[in-house]
């Protein structure tokens, strides 16, 4: 099973041994990151990070609600990382992706609304094809 990892190392390595022998340049393309943060988003987690003391939002799914999945979140620091874990760094702040989460949540934007009624994170999620009223799960 590939990761998105091991993909883009596939990538990258296709790409600067494709070069002509004439010019031997090393090209890097930038890739996009699995999850977008907004700037509202990335200042709100800087601001709760700052709070805690922690270095990394985590961010997963788990089965519940009236739909099927949730989103989790929790602090993280480096030894919460694991091995497969994908790390989206924007804006200054760091989110970890849990593998499980990863196919779910790959294209997701993640913003931060705030206004009278409420204060919260919300997902505008491409591979959601069913959500509940409330915004709380989705499924896939």
């Not at 890097?28 to 990335?42: F, G, W």
């Not at 705030?114 to 009223?133: H, I, M, V, Y």
């Amino acid at each position: 099973m590939f990761t998105t990892r091991m993909l883009r190392r596939a990538m990258t390595h296709a790409a600067a041994s494709s070069s002509s022998s004439t010019a031997r340049q090393s090209t890097i393309k930038s890739t996009k990151q699995v999850m977008e943060l907004t700037e509202a988003a990335a200042k709100r987690i800087h601001e709760l990070l700052g709070n805690k003391g922690a270095e990394y939002l985590k961010i997963g799914i788990r089965t519940r609600g009236c739909n099927g999945m949730t989103y989790t979140m929790n602090y993280a620091d480096e030894k919460d990382r694991g091995k497969f874990d994908e790390v989206v760094d924007q804006h200054g702040v760091k989110v970890i992706i849990e593998p499980n989460a990863l196919m779910s949540i790959i294209g997701t934007k993640m913003d931060f609304v705030s206004d009278n009624l409420r204060s919260e994170f919300t997902f505008e999620n491409p591979n959601a094809k069913a959500s509940c009223g409330c915004g709380e799960s989705f499924s896939v």
